[in-house]
């Protein structure tokens, strides 16, 4: 398939670029808090993928977190690109690991096409919908059932802290009763570590659009179940909360555990 081939390239030529950036000095600026930061290399990374994706076919839009292609999106008609060029900005200035890039392939709103890749890792998750998910070409399979005293599940600390998002007190009851929790500061990491069996949920109380649009096209061919945290379906034209789980698990942990404030 053209466009699938066209994506692979794109990514490796931006891992490539983003591995040669560990030998510079970056430029790191704060957006909209301490931290949410960017760098020169996210912006550098975004309009490199913006500029392939132009020369590909100048009529699919392109949205993306560093807005290099300074479109308004207030609907997801045609073939929509939503791009983010490194998520985890944080862990990659700080560790150089635990980040990917992440493209989702939409059309009239149905995701076609996802990938993320976890360039330290060298981990490229994809699916085409319909067709499969794969990790490095090999086919990922559906989820298999497990009880939630077995799961492990993707939690940030600081919603077991008190906090005005969510009950904190009830998150604790979740973190008490599963087998272990996980936090690695990469939202499509986590999304793939659900999707790949290695863990059985991922909670967050708040992501954008170009954190989930490639997991979510990945997560259905697995069977893993998403929804923003108050059992809504995702809407990838806001920030939202968040949960990706293993579909024995997921209802659970949305009706005992998870109380938005
Ligand atoms: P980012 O690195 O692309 O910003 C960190 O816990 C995870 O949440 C990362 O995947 C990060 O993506 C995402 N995230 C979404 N919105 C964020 C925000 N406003 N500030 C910090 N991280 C955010
Ligand atoms: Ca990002």
Redesign the pocket.
């Known amino acids: 398939m053209l466009i699938h081939k066209y994506v692979l390239e794109i990514i490796q030529e931006a891992a490539s670029r983003i591995r040669q950036s560990f030998s510079q000095t970056m430029e790191i600026e704060t957006?909209?808090?301490a931290?949410?930061?960017?760098t020169n290399i996210?912006k550098e990374i975004e309009q490199f993928i913006v500029e392939k994706i132009r020369a590909f076919d100048a009529t699919h839009r392109i949205l993306g977190?560093e807005g290099m292609s300074h479109e308004g999106f207030t609907e997801l008609s045609g073939i929509v690109w939503i791009v983010?060029p490194?998520?985890?900005?944080?862990?990659?200035i700080r560790q150089q690991r635990n980040?990917t890039i992440s493209i989702g392939i939409y059309e009239d709103g149905i995701g076609k096409f996802g990938y993320i890749y976890d360039v330290v890792r060298e981990e490229l998750y994809y699916a085409i919908a319909g067709k499969g998910a794969f990790l490095n070409d090999k086919p990922l399979a559906k989820l298999q059932p497990i009880p939630l005293n077995e799961a492990i599940v993707g939690v940030?600390a600081s919603w077991i802290a008190k906090n005005k998002r969510v009950n904190s007190e009830k998150i604790g009851e979740l973190v008490r009763t599963v087998r272990g929790t996980r936090?690695y500061?990469?939202?499509?990491?986590?999304m793939m570590f659900v999707v790949t069996g290695r863990m059985e949920a991922y909670v967050?109380m708040?992501?954008?659009p170009?954190?989930i649009a490639a997991g979510a096209v990945i997560a259905k061919e697995v069977g893993a179940e998403f929804s923003t945290l108050r059992g809504q379906p995702i809407n990838l034209l806001k920030?939202d909360t968040f949960i990706i789980a293993n579909p024995s698990v997921h209802k659970e942990i949305l009706e005992d555990y998870i109380e938005i404030l």
């Open positions: 957006k909209s808090g931290n949410d930061l960017v996210d977190e983010d490194i998520d985890g900005t944080m862990n990659f980040f940030n936090s500061g990469c939202a499509t990491i986590e967050s708040r992501l954008s170009w954190d920030q």
